[in-house]
């Protein structure tokens, strides 16, 4: 048998016709209770100290207190399986603050000799140890008018077959306003750094204009490491934030309440933007979500706001935010490449000279659309223009002066060098490297550069003067020459000895008392 509740505002008027003095049963016709109900409540009004016919108007303090009254304290006794629960009362609060489930703790009474049923043992866990309750929580204000930006990524569905029949899933980073919760969708393959710059630079486009603050959850794409005080941001991202002037303030690990206004945003965009629709690519995706946003979320009236977030966004958070990049951001390239013993480091695919003293080191390297900079710890080492990928930048100041002649085939230095040794050496060096490809006879004249060394540069200009004079443009035989020319100067050289530097008169080498004439006429006998 099922009873009507008897509302508050039914026990009132009951209690305000009566002290008018209308009939008990006139007053059950009225409402349409039982003349029981009437009597029973106008008892608990006495007992209250509510009178009838009186002048005194009826209170709020005397309906609740009638209302107390009424309700009582059910008389229905627990059973043993309950008063089993409050001798073990502190057994199952300790396993439950531990992480322990509930069935497990229901075992583990059982185990110890004490059953208990499970529904008893959640009824009591529920109503006496507040199991399975969520802790209450204080909304957090949304801020002032285009201040925060909420961001949050997941997966969302799969696009249609390609003309390989292979189907591709992606991702989407969602961004919602803190005010307005007007939401930017931006389908993409990966969850990268380069992606969540460009999912930005779209979504400041689409709401004209950008955002002081960004709350982001700790995606590795924008936060290196996760502090609740002092996280790391990726610095390829921290730098776009500079360079477009807004904050990012990325939540604790773990705490989805801290982008409470995005957190569920997942579920609800891959369910209603995309759920049921054919995408062909991701192109198709990205047109699918920008109608979403504007034709669809965004004439949606918000439960929270009551406000259509297209109109609401328009009106309090566009005029204030920061103004909108005018060209779109170039994404730099970072790495720490070594610098190998050629005294080049490899960015992004190409080869870029280094001075000599960074052989071996590792540099922090910088690459945009345009130039390319290498750092040792904060100081600026090389910049050089960015090249494409299999290409090498070489400045020829970062190598030694003696090497780098050979190194970049400079013929002409060569050149040089011979003409400082004399008109003819010069003229003859000209004569070698007179062939289409000169940077195959470099070694010759780097030969005729070391004769001049060994041989003296006024000998060389005489060889190199009758070589040239019959048309002798060979490097082995004018060696040859000069090797011969050394060699008669050295034979006419020694026809002509020298005089001896230290000779001495025989007496000097005699022993005293005895002369160079005694020696002789004693060795005779």
Request: aromatic share 8%.
């Amino acid at each position: 048998m099922s009873y009507r509740e008897v509302t508050m505002i039914e026990v009132k008027e009951v209690l305000r016709l009566w002290m008018k003095g209308q009939a008990k049963k006139r007053i059950a016709a009225q409402l349409g209770l039982d003349p029981k109900t009437v009597r029973r409540y106008l008892r608990a009004a006495q007992e209250c100290g509510v009178e009838a016919g009186g002048t005194r108007e009826l209170t709020e303090e005397q309906v609740g207190a009638v209302m107390v009254l009424l309700r009582g304290v059910s008389a229905r006794p627990y059973g043993a399986a309950w008063e089993t629960c409050v001798a073990q009362r502190g057994f199952i609060e300790r396993h439950l603050q531990s992480g322990v489930r509930l069935s497990k703790v229901c075992r583990l009474l059982k185990r110890s000799g004490v059953p208990v049923p499970y529904g008893t043992l959640y009824r009591y866990a529920v109503s006496e140890l507040s199991f399975g309750r969520a802790a209450a929580t204080m909304p957090v204000a949304d801020g002032k008018p285009g201040e925060e930006v909420q961001v949050d990524t997941g997966w969302m569905t799969m696009l249609e077959p390609d003309e390989r029949g292979r189907r591709r899933k992606f991702r989407a980073w969602i961004f919602t306003p803190g005010v307005s919760r007007y939401r930017f969708v931006w389908p993409c393959f990966a969850e990268t750094t380069k992606s969540a710059i460009e999912a930005c630079e779209e979504a400041w486009a689409f709401y004209g204009g950008i955002f002081r603050v960004m709350i982001p959850d700790n995606t590795k794409a924008i936060v290196q490491e996760a502090d609740p005080l002092a996280a790391r941001i990726n610095v390829v991202f921290l730098e776009y934030a500079q360079a477009r002037g807004f904050v990012i303030d990325p939540t604790r690990a773990g705490k989805p309440k801290d982008k409470a206004r995005v957190e569920k945003s997942v579920r609800d965009v891959r369910d209603d933007c995309f759920g049921g629709e054919r995408l062909l690519d991701l192109g198709g995706a990205r047109a699918r979500a920008r109608h979403w946003c504007v034709a669809e979320y965004g004439m949606r009236r918000h439960g929270t706001t009551r406000r259509l977030p297209s109109e609401h966004f328009a009106a309090d958070e566009l005029p204030v935010l920061l103004p909108a990049p005018e060209g779109r951001y170039d994404v730099p390239v970072w790495a720490t490449p070594k610098v190998a013993r050629d005294q080049h480091a490899s960015v992004a695919g190409a080869l870029y000279s280094l001075p000599t003293r960074y052989v071996g080191a590792r540099l922090r390297a910088r690459a945009d659309s345009r130039l390319v900079q290498f750092y040792d710890a904060k100081a600026l080492v090389k910049t050089h223009p960015r090249m494409p990928q299999g290409l090498r930048a070489t400045d020829r100041n970062d190598f030694p002066v003696e090497r780098t002649a050979y190194a970049l085939r400079d013929v002409a230095y060569l050149e040089r060098q011979a003409d400082g040794n004399g008109e003819l050496v010069g003229r003859y060096a000209r004569a070698l490297l007179n062939v289409p490809l000169p940077w195959t006879r470099m070694r010759r004249v780097y030969a005729l550069l070391r004769a001049c060394q060994r041989y003296g540069a006024e000998r060389v200009n005489e060889a190199c003067g009758r070589a040239l004079a019959v048309d002798l443009v060979d490097m082995r035989r004018l060696e040859r020459m000069l090797k011969a020319a050394q060699t008669a100067q050295e034979g006419t050289l020694m026809t002509k000895p020298p005089a001896a530097r230290y000779l001495r008169p025989a007496d000097d080498y005699a022993l005293p008392g005895l002369t160079v004439q005694g020696m002789n006429q004693g060795g005779e006998k």
